[in-house]
């Protein structure tokens, strides 16, 4: 595990180093800092739309973040070449891997830990400081943060065979057509009235892509009308859904990995 972390703090430093991750973390926290401004606009309590705007950033640039940081993870070493040099030492291609995940998880944590406490120190100056409020909407960027882990996990995937251009669309569809479709997709698998073979499909779907979608908790942190039941049980059961999608992806992109000439 020497080599996994070894290449998973090396991979964090370049990742704070870039400066590309850095503007759109600077952008995201602005938007944060100038959102009890843009509140006053909205006719709906200003509360609310301030809760649901900073979560909404904080989601989006993460989104962003995670995608843009693992794309181009895999490609830029085989193009300068430094695999070749890692790959020389005792260090097997699995390892190199997943060192590279970790360390893009890492370094999500870190940016997505810094908007959460922009969040905290904002709301708490605009709204006064209430802890159980606070603690009820930082579990927000707690479950966007194993949703970017997947989202990240997602892009490694396809980063081991495809462009980095390529890949940015793909890890951006999956993410919107898990984000947005797939409750629709649960739903109709579901349904009595759909017919046999669309069933089939939308459970093909709903097996294949991940459920991004499980992780948007914003609307009950944010709306007392629309509660979840069991909330530890439930977010017990998405990280655990999370991590099983996580490890699944990481293990096909190993196997594809190992098969590919560098």
Known sequence: MRAVWAIASTTVGEAIRRKVLLIILLIGVIFMVVAPGLGVLSARQETTVLQGMMLGIIQLTSAVI?????????????????????????????????????????????????????????????????????????????????????????????????????????????????????????????????????KVAAQVVNVLLPNFANYNVQNPLINPGSTISNPSTYYLMTTAYGLVYIVALLVAGMIIFERREV
């Open 66 to 198: 995670a995608i843009v940081l693992t794309v181009y993870m895999i490609p830029n070493e085989i193009e300068r070449r430094t695999i070749y040099t890692i790959l020389s030492k005792p260090v097997q291609r699995w390892q190199f891997l997943v060192g590279k995940y970790l360390g893009a998880v890492l370094a999500l944590g870190l940016m997505m830990s810094l908007m959460t406490a922009v969040l905290v120190f904002v709301y708490s100056l605009q709204q006064g400081f209430d802890p159980q409020t606070i603690g009820r909407l930082v579990q927000g960027p707690a479950m966007f943060f194993i949703q970017m882990s997947l989202l990240a996990a997602v892009a490694i995937f396809f980063s081991t065979f495809v462009s980095p251009l390529v890949n940015f669309f793909l890890a951006g569809g999956a993410y919107l057509v898990g984000t947005l479709f797939n409750p629709f997709f649960d739903t109709l698998a579901k349904s009595q009235s759909t017919p046999q073979v669309a």
